[in-house]
Nanobody, 122 residues
Framework: QVQLVDSGGGLVQAGGSLRLSCAAT????????MGWFRQAPGKEREFVGA????????NYADSVKGRFTISRDNAKNTVYLQIHSLKPEDTAVYYC???????????????WGQGTQVTVSS
């Protein structure tokens, strides 16, 4: 069993930055790949990016490449999502999740955080 707690969201003006955090407790954090997803009102949950167990490999959705950076600190059981140059279309609830496979599909992720709201004003 893994528990994930997302935090760091808020209301930000366009062009601003945020760092989201996802703290894990329970089973060994470093044994999981970690992903970030987001869901805007009325839309399906969308893959944002993922990071390997060691943190050495990341991959991102094309829509966020160059603006979003995922990192992790296995000693702190925490994964981060740094977001720069925020746009109104980034407004969504952001979720972290665990996986044991390389995937951008929500169905391949097992444990989920509760989500943190990011709202970007224009």
């Amino acid at each position: 069993q893994v528990q994930l707690v997302d935090s760091g969201g808020g209301l930000v003006q366009a062009g601003g930055s945020l760092r989201l955090s996802c703290a894990a407790t329970g089973r060994t954090f470093s044994s999981f790949r970690m992903g970030w997803f987001r869901q805007a009102p009325g839309k399906e949950r969308e893959f944002v990016g993922a990071i390997s167990r060691s943190g050495g490999i990341t991959n991102y959705a094309d829509s966020v490449k160059g603006r979003f950076t995922i990192s992790r600190d296995n000693a702190k059981n925490t994964v981060y999502l740094q977001i720069h140059s925020l746009k109104p279309e980034d407004t969504a609830v952001y979720y972290c999740a665990t996986s044991t496979v390389v995937s951008d599909k929500a169905g391949e992720y097992d444990y989920w955080g509760q989500g943190t709201q990011v709202t970007v004003s224009s």
